[in-house]
């Protein structure tokens, strides 16, 4: 079963910026936090990952609270292109795999 | 440019057929995972390989097989076995098991049986 809990889909206004909610209250001392995205009928893309801090790369933020139950994924300024499949997933410890949950359904909006 | 592909992008296989599904890398990964994907959901790890010689099952090995003779490569045979094989097949690589960059995915191949 998925470690994770995110919401079935969201819709987001071009140029605004898309905050895409996970829940991982499970989330053990050592599992890192992943997320990709899937366009559809496509292989997923990775955006970012982080443990315990905050990350920003040139795709997207990544904020971590401070307990690590949850995380959020901030799109900056959303285009078109970012309609996808979004998934927040817990990379297992001991096994180094990646379980993947159903993803959150992003469409953005003219 | 470096990458994975996956061949062919469709694949119609008859009742009773077993099929193999291509997955090159040209990235020098020492991982690579097959995975399956059913509409509207996520991804479920069938196989993954560590090192050349080497693999082991994922969730849903059942009706599945793999062989990893070459660091490049790692085939998927979907056989007779498999109940309901129609799906999306996705394969990915990694640097190592352990790797912290990321998965790179190949674009898929979907399987449907007729």
């Known amino acids: 079963d998925a470690k994770t809990t995110q919401p079935p889909s969201m819709d987001c206004a071009e140029g605004r910026a898309a905050n895409l909610p996970c829940n991982h209250s499970?989330?053990?001392?050592?599992?890192?936090v992943y997320w990709y995205r899937q366009i559809h009928s496509q292989g997923p893309q990775y955006i970012i990952h982080?443990?315990?801090?905050?990350e920003t790369n040139e795709m997207a933020s990544l904020i971590i609270t401070e307990d690590r139950k949850s995380s959020t994924l901030i799109l900056p300024h959303a285009t078109l292109r970012d309609t996808a499949v979004y998934y927040c997933?817990?990379?297992?410890?001991?096994?180094?795999?990646?379980?993947w949950g159903a993803g959150t359904k992003l469409i953005i909006k003219p | 440019d470096g990458g994975i592909t996956q061949s062919p992008k469709y694949l119609f296989r008859k009742e009773g057929q077993n099929v193999t599904l291509s997955c090159e890398q040209n990235?020098?990964?020492?991982?690579m995972y097959w995975y399956r994907q059913d509409p509207g959901q996520g991804l479920r790890l069938i196989y993954y390989?560590?090192?050349?010689?080497?693999?082991q099952k994922g969730d849903i090995a059942e009706g599945y097989s793999v062989s990893r003779e070459k660091k490049e490569s790692f085939p998927l045979t979907v056989t007779s076995a498999q109940k309901n094989p129609t799906a999306f097949y996705l394969c990915?690589?990694?640097?190592?098991?352990?790797?912290?960059?990321?998965?790179?995915f190949g674009s898929g191949t979907r399987l449907t049986v007729v």
């Open positions: 982080g443990l315990k801090n905050n």
């Open positions: 997933i817990v990379r297992v410890g001991s096994n180094y795999q990646l379980i």
């Open positions: 990235l020098n990964h020492d991982a």
């Open positions: 390989s560590q090192i050349v010689n080497d693999f």
């Open positions: 990915a690589s990694s640097i190592t098991r352990t790797a912290l960059g990321g998965y790179t």
């Open positions: 499970t989330i053990s001392g050592n599992e890192y």
